[in-house]
């Protein structure tokens, strides 16, 4: 009977202890949503460059080392252009992103000339230095498509809530900032630059030269041929809620001949990995045994 008893006993108290150091860490259904929610809607870099942690030691230090790095004109206003397109619209953007560079660039040098990983050698650690140089903004450039790419999946939704609004009655500035509002969770890259045009409308701007800067800032084609659109619209005065309507389902068409162009490329792209990584698998499987018996049965063979 004690032999029996031993193991559920046992099983019994590791489960609760499983159960108990699971409710321990565990965080309540709330609290859980919240932090979800706070990843979604926050989290991005302007937001840390605006919040109240952006007087730290680590940030000030970039900023320190962003100042002493050597930059160009040109450069800065291509540097510029990617920091808006990737949602980083601080003023002090631009000096960070300096500081990041150089401490990468320092950092792999110092990495790989001293013998903490492999054996030292200068010409690895120069190019460790290039690349630590480089990489930071190749992860601009990754970021700004990125979120060109959710901009560019969130318009037709976009478009045809601001549909519904102009029909509605409202103006066409209302609408974009009801708009704005509406879809702030569902795609807050996009509501944050339609958010960017009506606090722009309120500094004074004409509509033309603040839908212009909408275009600009975000590199979208879609949105750049839906400003164009806008503007052509107001200039000869005619139905504004028509020309969303037919550039609405002219966006809808586009977004499905992508889907349809991206599906249509996932042949050619399984090629590779069939062909380097499942292919010699399945031959060693299925003409490994084979081989190996004809190597026995011809060996001896061969040596008479």
Not at 4 to 11: G, H, R, S, V, Y
Not at 179 to 192: K, Y
Request: hydrophobic share 50%; charged share 20%.
């Amino acid at each position: 009977m004690t032999v029996i008893l031993l193991p559920i006993l046992a099983f019994i108290f590791a489960s609760l202890l499983v159960a108990g150091a699971a409710m321990a860490f565990s965080t309540t259904d709330a609290a859980s949503i919240e932090q979800r929610l706070g990843e979604v809607t926050s989290g991005r870099f302007t937001e840390a460059l605006e919040g109240p942690g952006y007087g730290t030691q680590v940030t000030a230090t970039l900023k320190r080392l962003g100042n002493l790095a050597p930059k160009s004109p040109s450069e800065m206003g291509k540097l510029q252009k990617r920091l808006v397109a990737a949602g980083f619209r601080n003023s002090e953007a631009t000096v960070v992103f300096f500081g990041v560079r150089v401490v990468a660039a320092v950092g792999l040098f110092a990495l790989l000339v001293t013998p903490l990983i492999a054996h030292p050698s200068l010409p690895t650690a120069l190019i460790g230095c290039l690349f630590g140089y480089m990489a930071p903004s190749l992860v601009l450039a990754r970021m700004a498509k990125r979120r060109q790419h959710r901009m560019r999946l969130g318009l037709p939704d976009a478009l045809d809530l601001l549909v519904v609004s102009v029909e509605a009655g409202l103006g066409l500035d209302q609408a974009i900032q009801r708009v704005s509002q509406e879809l702030s969770f569902a795609h807050p890259d996009l509501c944050d630059e339609l958010r960017l045009i009506n606090l722009e409308l309120r500094a004074g701007k004409p509509r033309s030269e603040a839908l212009h800067n909408l275009g600009e800032r975000t590199g979208v084609d879609d949105i750049i041929s839906l400003v164009a659109m806008l503007v052509q619209t107001d200039k000869f005065g005619t139905s504004v809620a028509q020309s969303l309507r037919v550039h609405s389902e002219t966006t809808r068409t586009k977004r499905r001949q992508r889907a349809e162009e991206a599906a249509a490329k996932t042949g050619v792209k399984m090629v590779f990995p069939l062909v380097i990584c499942i292919f010699p698998a399945i031959w060693i499987v299925t003409i490994g045994p084979a081989a190996i018996k004809f190597i026995q049965v011809l060996m001896p063979m061969g040596e008479k």
